[in-house]
């Protein structure tokens, strides 16, 4: 059976299984799912099944709905997704929704908050951490780390245990960045068997070795990681 699991600093607080009608997120105490934190409109999200599949759609909230590190409008959840409301993190579990990849959909230019269409084997790939075609998928064997190199953090050195490491302002950050204007999430590090990504979110000024990114980035051993005032190296260790 399809659910959700919520979490907070890398606590778990509920699992709500999805298996009845529309699933509502919100502040407020009438929805299904309800997230008491100011950060989190009333009414937030909801998840539904359109054409045999789970659909998240934004209900138009202040603050925004991320899917694996990408503002959305409107997603098909995947096994695997995380969905980032607020400060909270919320995993969709459904194996039996994986399904082959359907053909190739043109893209389109997206506009504000849209989320862009993709060529569907582009985003099996982005979903699942699967690599380009003809490139070799590397294996994690070794522990993903940070060297803090300029901007004072909390530890000089930043491990990168958890499936997924937020980068941001907000107190459930498993990086905090200082500073009057830093964002609140500006950055999601995913840990997956094939290696670790990392994805700016919203507008978040992240750099990867001098260039700015907008998308997902494969990280390599020695990569310089710039966010705000924070530089870090990224590195392996045994």
Do not use: W
Request: net charge positive.
């Amino acid at each position: 059976m399809a659910r959700i699991t919520v979490k907070f600093q890398d606590k778990v607080l509920s699992e709500v299984p999805l298996d009845s009608g529309i699933v509502t997120i919100g502040r407020k105490p009438k929805n299904s799912i309800r997230i008491d934190n100011l950060a989190v409109s009333g009414f937030h999200a909801k998840i539904f099944r359109e054409e045999g599949r789970f659909v998240l759609e934004d209900m138009g909230s202040l603050n925004g709905t991320f899917v694996n590190g990408v503002k959305i409008a409107r997603h098909p959840l995947r096994n695997g997704d995380t969905v980032l409301i607020g400060r909270h993190l919320l995993s969709f579990d459904a194996p039996e929704t994986d399904s082959p990849p359907s053909p190739a959909a043109v893209p389109r230019p997206a506009r504000g908050d849209e989320t862009l269409v993709l060529d569907s084997r582009v985003q099996q790939r982005m979903l699942h951490d699967m690599p380009e075609p003809g490139e070799a998928a590397p294996r994690v064997e070794k522990q993903g780390c940070f060297l803090v190199v300029a901007g004072s953090p909390d530890r000089p050195e930043l491990e990168l245990r958890d499936r997924v490491t937020t980068i941001g302002k907000g107190v459930d950050a498993g990086i905090r960045l200082k500073g009057l204007f830093a964002p609140r999430v500006a950055a999601l590090v995913n840990r997956r068997r094939e290696g670790y990504f990392i994805n700016p979110v919203g507008n978040a000024a992240v750099r990867v070795n001098g260039t700015r990114i907008g998308e997902r980035h494969n990280l390599k051993d020695g990569d310089i990681v710039e966010v705000g005032r924070l530089k870090m190296q990224f590195y392996l260790r045994e």
